[in-house]
DNA sequence: GTGAAAGCGCTAACAT
DNA sequence: ATGTTAGCGCTTTCAC
């Protein structure tokens, strides 16, 4: 069959170094970009490599030097908008470097994750760029910390005391909902999240409770946590609604899937945003402009998060000390058309726009 | 620092053989599950492994090997479910299978997926998945038949005469979308897609227009393609519906960015689903039975794809011949809310959950 | 049954 | 300035 026929072996370094006429240590030395070589024979290498179509093996490359040009990182998930786009500006900067991203997805399981790390130890790879499931207690940051393993933890994560942190700050994020919802009037919040993902919940509900509280010492926050899964969520905010007690007249989901789950609760009961009750979501998606009414939402920095998580990682790569830092990127806030005062009527117009 | 401390040199498998009492070569040989070891010698093998925490360098012992139990997978993006659920999906089909997947974004750029490609070559993966930016006969399919590699093509391809294909049956779906818009009543529908991807959109477009004439001689299709990006896209559409000429009753789309413009075009005029128009998008997404109205998508089999995709490059690493085949994954359509009969009233009710 | 020896393709000392 | 030597950690003949 065709796929067979072209299967010769490739070129090795010393197919190049006798085509060149020299040896494979010079022509190691030629492609590393030292000096000390001859302009003549130097260029007699290039040649070769040119006509022989000659390119470094780089497994066999990091075998023999010490660390491995290979960065892992290891996603909850790679469906949703956000993980996806962090993935893929990881891959952009791991590649600018001269190193490959080999990403794995946890599945939302920790046992998942710390097989996933125990693989990437195998492999050596010469750091970590770790999204935690729940939060940087977890047995894979355990299993990073005892293994020697350089990294950086992103995402759902606050603070270690191993390793560099870069995360959105949900903190910050949740007080500007809480001022833009109290500063509209409303006086009846329901939050929504998920408890399993304790770093980042707990810091986006604080943030929330606290301003919220100290702007309007009178406003009554409900909140419906779930600990595991996303579908007992659905269930349970069914039956929130379904108690009969005064409605909220507003919801502030504090992730993703809360924030269709909450959608999905309103059109199973005929209401609208934000005439029936408004919706603020944690995390950003493309389709939220788009539909009708555009759906409120805090935008987290990812390129900022990629950004600063591999600097960070590089830096440690390259040994440099320190205690671990962490990092918090502020996130941007969208009040669109999902958000309305209580009981008004809805604003016109069309959502923003890049 | 913390993370450094632990850094001892991981155990090599000289060290389990020196602690075992026996030669590397039997500590392979048992770790491989060769049968023609003494019991007891590799009952003392295993301890040892156990003691020391000894893992298998993949790197090296693929380095030996003559394949190395990677697979490559380049996807054009990221970003969206379709393609963040197929990775996660060969994920975890080359893990069972004991390889490790090395997944990498071409960025919709057939220069950057070459060079993807050229590196996984240098990688030498044992196979490669490659969702191509445009089709079956862009650069990298071209390079990877010069090199020899083996791999699949899926997603964006009909057929290759060297890799084996599978796709979505984009041809059955799209008349099945036909028949359900002609039964209702369409006779003017205008679709939407993006050029570039040449080898679906075609399928998809004339699929939808052979069925539709069938049905109804006197429909009337418009097509809006657009040959390189999205944006370009938005400016076309907004031209169409400027130009006062006779509304169309519904609009197709061919691909999920297609359908996001063509909301975000009406939301700009006003249009609400389906009272004003119709639409259909082919790719499903999370968001669309959650949003009011649901928007009717057609939804591709994406674990029949990495399924398949998988099985049969594993067969031809395996060494398995024969000419290259062309699968085809049937889709389902969902038609939810945002299709209605042409000058009808929304019909009311709840959308689909799973 | 088991181990010694020979590499996979490359690079880093060390000679020259 | 260049070549020789010695491995990285592993697997695989091939003798014993």
């Known amino acids: 069959m065709a796929q067979k026929e072209a299967q010769q072996r490739r070129p090795s370094i010393h197919d190049v170094a006798s085509h060149a006429g020299v040896s494979a240590a010079t022509v190691s030395k030629v492609l590393s970009g030292v000096t000390t070589v001859k302009p003549e024979n130097a260029q007699r290498v290039l040649d070769a490599v040119e006509m022989l179509g000659y390119r470094v093996d780089p497994l066999a490359s990091d075998m023999r030097r010490a660390k491995r040009r290979i960065i892992g990182a290891i996603m909850p998930e790679f469906e949703s908008e956000f993980f996806g786009q962090m993935v893929s500006e990881l891959e952009g900067l791991a590649e600018q470097r001269g190193y490959t991203l080999v990403a794995a997805s946890s599945r939302e399981s920790e046992a998942r994750e710390k097989e996933i790390l125990a ?39 606050l603070a270690d005391d191993a390793f560099d942190t870069v995360s959105a700050d949900s903190a910050a994020a ?111 998606a493309e389709w939220m402009q788009v539909t009708w009414p555009a759906i409120a939402a805090v935008v987290q920095p990812v390129r900022e998060i990629a950004g600063n998580a591999m600097e960070v990682l590089f830096r440690r790569i390259e040994g440099e000390g320190g205690p671990p830092r962490a990092r918090l990127e502020p996130c941007k806030v969208l009040m669109r058309e999902s958000v309305g005062s209580p009981g008004s009527v809805p604003h016109s117009g069309g959502g923003d726009r890049q």
């Open 174 to 284: 949740s007080a500007e909902v809480a001022r833009a919802l109290v500063g509209m009037g409303h006086r009846h919040v329901l939050v929504v999240g998920l408890g399993q993902q304790a770093a980042t919940v707990r810091a986006r509900l604080e943030g929330f409770r606290r301003t919220a509280l100290e702007l309007a010492p009178d406003i009554r926050i409900d909140v419906v946590l779930c600990e595991s899964d996303v579908e007992p969520l659905r269930a349970l905010l069914h039956d929130y609604f379904s108690k009969g007690a005064e409605r909220p007249t507003a919801v502030y989901s504090l992730f993703l899937k809360g924030t269709l789950v909450a959608l999905s609760e309103f059109r199973r009961r005929g209401w609208h945003c934000p005439n029936d009750i408004s919706l603020v979501g944690f995390d950003d």
């Open 119 to 157: 693989r990437m130890h195998d492999w050596r790879v010469a750091g970590v760029v770790l999204a935690p499931v729940r939060n940087e207690h977890g047995p894979a940051a355990a299993f990073m910390k005892a293994n020697g393993m350089t990294g950086v933890l992103i995402d759902r994560v």
